[in-house]
């Protein structure tokens, strides 16, 4: 199946510092991404959807301006945390979508990356 | 709205019996209905999926999954489960843009 790559899966950085968090598609091709975050014991909570090219969809509740999406390529979409505090501590994880050709099967099916766990001090 | 729900946290089940992970939905239109499964920090890994065609799934790792239109439910089942199938599975639905996850079921299977 496609591979999702999601770089790093564990950072710890100091309280105000940003961290970056990249998430490739490797063998396909992925028009749109999304960004989710995990609590504990809890299920995914959609933050935002990247589309190549354009900017980023931000789900009611998140802030754009410390959740910051560039999805520059079909390949490539990074969340760069800004400013990270402890409540920013949590499972990130992105998806990319494949976009299927003209193969219905592969349609409609969110890869996801192996995650990134970020804690700030 | 779409949704799914799941209305087991947690499902055990012994080594080598069948299990079965429970999925009802509630979308309008066409439902297209997937599962995932995710084991200990890590991401989601795809299971199945039904878009149209046969009410019954078959999937990765031995999964399979039965629609039903009448019972909105999209069950997930295995006939014989095994230690390594222990994990948190999640139900999802699309919407206009992307996937409605459930909450979640944990499956451990004892050996």
């Known amino acids: 199946g496609a591979v999702v790559s999601q770089h790093p899966s564990w950072v710890i950085c100091k309280s105000g510092t940003s961290v970056k968090i990249e998430c490739r598609s490797l063998?396909?091709?992925?028009?749109?991404m999304f960004w989710y975050r995990q609590f504990p014991k809890q299920s995914l909570m959609l933050m935002a959807t990247?589309?190549?090219?354009?900017?980023?969809?931000?789900e009611q509740g998140v802030e754009k301006d410390k959740f910051l999406i560039n999805h520059a390529s079909l390949t490539l979409s990074t969340l760069t945390v800004t400013s990270a505090h402890p409540e920013d501590s949590s499972f990130y994880i992105c998806?990319?979508?494949?976009?299927?050709?003209?193969?219905?099967?592969?349609?409609?099916?969110?890869?996801f990356g192996a995650g990134t766990r970020l804690s700030v001090l | 709205a779409q949704s799914v729900a799941q209305p087991e946290d947690q499902v055990n089940v012994a080594e080598g019996n069948p299990l079965t992970v429970k999925c009802t939905y509630s979308?309008?239109?066409?439902?297209?209905l997937f599962w995932y499964v995710q084991y200990p920090n890590r991401g989601l890994q795809f299971l199945l999926k039904y878009i149209t065609g046969d009410n019954l799934v078959k999937g990765s790792y031995g999964f399979e999954a039965e629609f039903n239109k009448s019972q909105t439910s999209f069950h997930l089942k295995k006939p014989s489960a095994l230690v390594s199938d222990s994990a948190l599975y999640f139900c999802a639905c699309t919407g206009a843009n992307n996937l409605f996850f459930g909450t979640g079921t944990r499956l451990t299977v004892i050996p």
């Open positions: 063998d396909f091709q992925a028009t749109t």
């Open positions: 998806s990319a979508r494949d976009w299927g050709g003209t193969d219905f099967r592969a349609k409609n099916i969110q890869y």
């Open positions: 979308v309008s239109g066409n439902p297209y």
């Open positions: 990247s589309n190549e090219g354009s900017k980023a969809t931000y």
